[in-house]
C-alpha cells in the first residue's frame, strides 16, 4: 500500500495508520449518506453487454442506440420526485472492447432493460484488485539483470498502462532521443484535466487519458483528489515507468539500488489511462480505459490489476482483451499477490492473454555491523537515510532480547539491542519503532525478510549464520557496534526465486491452459514515483519523498513482460500476440543463477512448480529467436469457448460477434504448455489419459529438424508423436501429439516436467511446462 499517509482514503475504515483524518473522513461519508434518497439506494452501475446486428436501422450509431435506450428509462420516471444527479444514467459506451455500455439503473429497470432486442447480459460494476504487495514492500529494476533491450530498444511500440495514472513530470518520461515520428495510426491524445495540459505530453508520453465515470457512480457527489491523468499515489508512474522508462542517471531510494534507471523498452511511447483511483476502482472504468486504447492504437497494453473469482464473460480484463487479441495487441497482465493463500488463487488466467507471476532478483539491499573486535557483519536493511551510528554500546540482554514488549524496550539501555531469532521478526521491529530503541540487529533467515514493508528504523537484519560471532562478541566486555546503511549487493544468489506472494495457477476461469505463462521481476524493482507521495517513513510521523521507488508486486513484474513484448513487437511486427506469448514461454528459463532449478519463496524453498512461475524466467534475447512458435487465431479461442458450458450469449459477450462459428468445439488449445488436471477428492488409482494436438510454426531460417526430449513429471508417462519433426522452409507448420498418462494423487501433488523440442544443431530448444495438477 504505497501512499500510507493517504491510505484512509482508500481503504476506508481499515489499515488507517492516521486516526483522527480517518474518523473525520468516515463521518463526512455517512453525512453524505443522510442526504442519499431511495432511489439511490435501488440505483447501482451494471455493466450492460448489447448484440449490435441488433440494432436498429434508424439509429445512426451505436451510441445513439444506447442512449436512446436509457433515455426512455428517463421518461418513464419523470412524475417521481427523483433529483436528476440519481436518475438513470448512461455512464459510458464501449465499442472496442466490448459492445455495449455502462450505465446507472434500478433494478426494475435492468429488467425492463433485459426485454430490448439485442440485449446480451448485464451485471454489477465490481471492484478492482490492484497488484501491488499489502506488506508494502519495495522492488527494483535492476540495470544489470539479463532484461537488456533489444537493439531497436521499442521505438515505434505504443504502451497502453491501464492504471493509476502517471507523474508526466518524472525524468522517466522525458523524451530525450526519441524521435518525433509516432506512428501514424496513433489516434490518442492528451486529455486536460486538474494539474494536466496536454504541453505535459511529449514523444515519450504521446498519450494520457482518465475515466472516472464509474468511481462518480458509485460514490454520488465524491470529489475526486485529482481529477486527471496524474496520478495521485504512485502505482501508474511505477508500472510505466518500469515498462519504458525513459533512461535516467543516477536514480536511487534513498541510495539503493543507485545507478541508470531505465523501462525495459526504453525507447516505447507510453500512453496512461488512468481507471484506479484513490476514491475507488471499478470495471466499469477499466473496460472504459481499455475500450479507448484499443481505439488509439496501443500495440502492447500492460495492465497491473484483476478480477478475483470472476468467470471469463463478466471479466473486464477478459473481455477487452479478446478485443484486443484480433488486433494483434499483447495484453500483459499480473498473476496477482495471493501467493501465500493456497493454488488456484490467480487472476488474469485468460487464455488469450499473457499471465505474468512475480519473482525476486540478484540483489539485495543492506548495511553493514562493525564490531569493536574488527569483525564485519553484512546484512539486510532498508533503512532510508545515512543515520550516524558509530561506536555504540552493543546490548545482547536476555530480559530485552525477545523485543516483544515495547514498554519494557522503552526503559531498556541507550544502546543497539541484539534480538533473538523469535520467528516474529515483523512483531519485532515494530516493538523497536515504537519503543524508540536506538537501533537494532535482528536474527533471521526469513526469505519474506527482503519483501518487508518500510524499514522506518535503523536495524539491521543478519544471517543466523553470523549469530554465533555475533553472540561471542556481545559478551566481551563493553561491546560497541558502528552501523553503515544504503549498500547494494548485486550477484546475490540464488536468483530468481518465485515470489512468494504471486499468486499460483492453476487458473479458475480456465484450469485447463497452465497459467501463470512466465514470471518476470517483482520484487525490489526500482521505478519511477511521484514526488510527492510518501516513498518513506522514519519513525511513526517522518515521511519522505523520492522520485524513485522500491515496491513489489506482481504489478511490478507485468511491466517487465510488456517491455519486453513491446521489444519483441518491435523486432518482428507480423507476429501475433499468440506468437509473442509463445515465444516468451518457450524461451523462459527454469534454472536460476547457480543453474539448479529455480525455487519458491512461498514453498520453503522447494523447487517452483509451473503453477507459481510459469516457465520460468522470462529471458528476452532468448525470445527474440525461439525457433518455433505455437500460433492462435480468434477462432481457435472461439473453439476453446464453445467447449464449455457457457451459454451463447455468455460467449457472445466476450467476442461480440455471432460472425464466429461454434461448431468445432475444442478445449484443446495450441498453447505452449501443457496441463492435466484430476480432482483430489474423487481421486482413484486408475490412469488417466490426456492427448494434446500441438502445431509448430518454423520461424528459424529455413530448412530445419527438431528431435523431441522430454522429462515426464513423476509418476506419469509421456509420449510424443512423431519424435522428430521436419522443415523445410520458414513459416512451415508441423504437428504433433503429446500424450500423458497419470494417476490423480489423494494428497493433491502437484508434478511437472517438459518437451523440449531441440534443433539438431543445438540452435534453439523450444520448452514447453508439463504439470499434473490437482484441480482446486
Ligand atoms: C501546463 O501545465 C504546466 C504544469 O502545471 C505549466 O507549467 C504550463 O504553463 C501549462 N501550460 C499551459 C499551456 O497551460
Ligand atoms: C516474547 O517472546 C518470548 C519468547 O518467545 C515469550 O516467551 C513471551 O511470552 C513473549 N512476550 C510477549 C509479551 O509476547
Ligand atoms: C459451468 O460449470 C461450472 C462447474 O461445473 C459451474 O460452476 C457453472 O455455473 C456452469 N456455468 C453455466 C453457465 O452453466
Ligand atoms: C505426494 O506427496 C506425498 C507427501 O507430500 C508423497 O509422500 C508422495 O510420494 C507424493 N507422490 C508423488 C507421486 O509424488
Redesign the pocket.
Known amino acids: 500500500m504505497p501512499k500510507q499517509s493517504s491510505s484512509c482514503k482508500r481503504n476506508m475504515g481499515i489499515n488507517c495508520g492516521v486516526p483522527l483524518p480517518c474518523i473525520f473522513y468516515a463521518l463526512q461519508l455517512f453525512l453524505l449518506a443522510l442526504h442519499v434518497n431511495t432511489s439511490l439506494a435501488e440505483r447501482s452501475t451494471y455493466i450492460v453487454h448489447m448484440d449490435k446486428s441488433f440494432m436498429p436501422k434508424f439509429f445512426t450509431s451505436h451510441q445513439h442506440w444506447y442512449t436512446s435506450i436509457v433515455d426512455s428509462f428517463k421518461t418513464e420516471i419523470q412524475t417521481s420526485s427523483d433529483s436528476h444527479s440519481f436518475s438513470p444514467s448512461l455512464l459510458y459506451t464501449y465499442d472496442n472492447a466490448l459492445h455495449g455500455f455502462s450505465a446507472f439503473l434500478s433494478v426494475d429497470e435492468l429488467e425492463t432493460l433485459k426485454k430490448s432486442p439485442g440485449f446480451v447480459s448485464a451485471y454489477n460494476d465490481k471492484k478492482v484488485t490492484v497488484d501491488t504487495t499489502h506488506t508494502t514492500t519495495f522492488l527494483s529494476l535492476n540495470p544489470s539483470t539479463g532484461l537488456l533491450p533489444a537493439s531497436n530498444y521499442g521505438e515505434d511500440i505504443i504502451v497502453g498502462v491501464i492504471d493509476s495514472g502517471i507523474w508526466p513530470e518524472s525524468e522517466s518520461f522525458r523524451d530525450d532521443g526519441l524521435t518525433k515520428n509516432i506512428p501514424a495510426k496513433w489516434k490518442g491524445r492528451c486529455e486536460v484535466g486538474q494539474e494536466f495540459n496536454a504541453s505535459l505530453c511529449n514523444n515519450k508520453l504521446i498519450g494520457a487519458r482518465y475515466f472516472n465515470k464509474g468511481v462518480r457512480a458509485a460514490n454520488p457527489g465524491v470529489t475526486l483528489s485529482m481529477n486527471s491523468a496524474r496520478d495521485s499515489e504512485g502505482h501508474g508512474t511505477h508500472t510505466s515507468s518500469t515498462a519504458a522508462g525513459n533512461f535516467v542517471n543516477g536514480a536511487s531510494y534513498f541510495g539503493y539500488a543507485k545507478g541508470t534507471a531505465r523501462g525495459v523498452a526504453p525507447r516505447s511511447r507510453v500512453a496512461m489511462y488512468k481507471v484506479l483511483w484513490d476514491e475507488g476502482r471499478y470495471a466499469s472504468d477499466v473496460l472504459a480505459g481499455m475500450d479507448q486504447a484499443i481505439a488509439d492504437g496501443v500495440d502492447v497494453i500492460s495492465i497491473s490489476l484483476g478480477f478475483d473469482d470472476t468467470p471469463l464473460y463478466e471479466d473486464p480484463v477478459a473481455i477487452a482483451s479478446f478485443a484486443a487479441m484480433e488486433k494483434n495487441v499483447v495484453v500483459s497482465s499480473s498473476a496477482g499477490n495471493e501467493g501465500t493463500n493456497g493454488l488456484g488463487k490467480l487472476h488474469n488466467g485468460i487464455p488469450w492473454a499473457l499471465t505474468v507471476a512475480a519473482g525476486t532478483i540478484d540483489r539485495s539491499f543492506g548495511g553493514t555491523l562493525s564490531l569493536g573486535n574488527g569483525l564485519t557483519v553484512p546484512g539486510f536493511t532498508l533503512f532510508p537515510v545515512n543515520a550516524l551510528i558509530n561506536k555504540l554500546p552493543l546490548v545482547y540482554n536476555k530480559t530485552l532480547s525477545?523485543c516483544?514488549?515495547t514498554e519494557l524496550l522503552y526503559t531498556g539501555p541507550n544502546a543497539i539491542l541484539i534480538c533473538?531469532d523469535?520467528s516474529d521478526i515483523y512483531g519485532q521491529i515494530s516493538h523497536i519503532i515504537a519503543a524508540e530503541v536506538l537501533g537494532a540487529v535482528f536474527i533471521s533467515n526469513d526469505p519474506y525478510i527482503h519483501e518487508l514493508g518500510r524499514v522506518r528504523a535503523p536495524i539491521v537484519v543478519v544471517s543466523p549464520d553470523d549469530a554465533p560471532a555475533l553472540f561471542k562478541y556481545a559478551k566481551s566486555a563493553e561491546p560497541i557496534v558502528s552501523m553503515t546503511f544504503q549498500q547494494t549487493f548485486v550477484g546475490t544468489k540464488p536468483a530468481p526465486a518465485a515470489a512468494f506472494y504471486s499468486s499460483r495457477g492453476p487458473s479458475s476461469s480456465y484450469p485447463g491452459i497452465l497459467k501463470p505463462d512466465i514470471m518476470a521481476p517483482g520484487s525490489l524493482v526500482l521505478a519511477a514515483w511521484p514526488p510527492n507521495v510518501e516513498a518513506a517513513r522514519i519513525g511513526r510521523n517522518v515521511m519522505l519523498p523520492s522520485g524513485y521507488n522500491l515496491i513489489s508486486g506482481t504489478s511490478m513484474s507485468c511491466p517487465h513482460a510488456s517491455g519486453v513484448a513491446a521489444l519483441l513487437k518491435g523486432a518482428h511486427p507480423e507476429w501475433s500476440a499468440a506468437a509473442i506469448r509463445s515465444a516468451l514461454v518457450t524461451t523462459a528459463n527454469p534454472l536460476d543463477n547457480t543453474q539448479n532449478p529455480i525455487r519458491d519463496n512461498g514453498d520453503n524453498f522447494n523447487f517452483a512448480t509451473p503453477l507459481a512461475m510459469g516457465a520460468g524466467q522470462i529471458d528476452p534475447n532468448r525470445a527474440l529467436e525461439p525457433g518455433l512458435i505455437y500460433d492462435a487465431t480468434p477462432q481457435d479461442y472461439v473453439n476453446l469457448l464453445c467447449s464449455t458450458n457457457f451459454t451463447r450469449k455468455q460467449i457472445l459477450a466476450i467476442t461480440r460477434s455471432r460472425a464466429y462459428d461454434c461448431s468445432n468445439p475444442s478445449s484443446d488449445l495450441n498453447y505452449p504448455s501443457f496441463i492435466a488436471l484430476y480432482d483430489p477428492r474423487h481421486h482413484t488409482r486408475k490412469l488417466r489419459i490426456q492427448k494434446f494436438q500441438r502445431i509448430v510454426t518454423n520461424v528459424g531460417d529455413g530448412a530445419a529438424k527438431y528431435k523431441a526430449s522430454v522429462t515426464a513429471p513423476k509418476g506419469s508417462t509421456i509420449t510424443v508423436s512423431p519424435e522428430t519433426l521436419f522443415f523445410s522452409e520458414t513459416y512451415e507448420k508441423r504437428s504433433y501429439t503429446l500424450t500423458i498418462n497419470y494417476k490423480g494423487e489423494k494428497k493433491g501433488n502437484v508434478s511437472f516436467g517438459e518437451l523440449v523440442w531441440v534443433e539438431e544443431n543445438g540452435k534453439y530448444h523450444v520448452r514447453s511446462p508439463i504439470v499434473v495438477s490437482p484441480l482446486v
Open positions: 525477545a516483544n514488549d533473538d523469535i
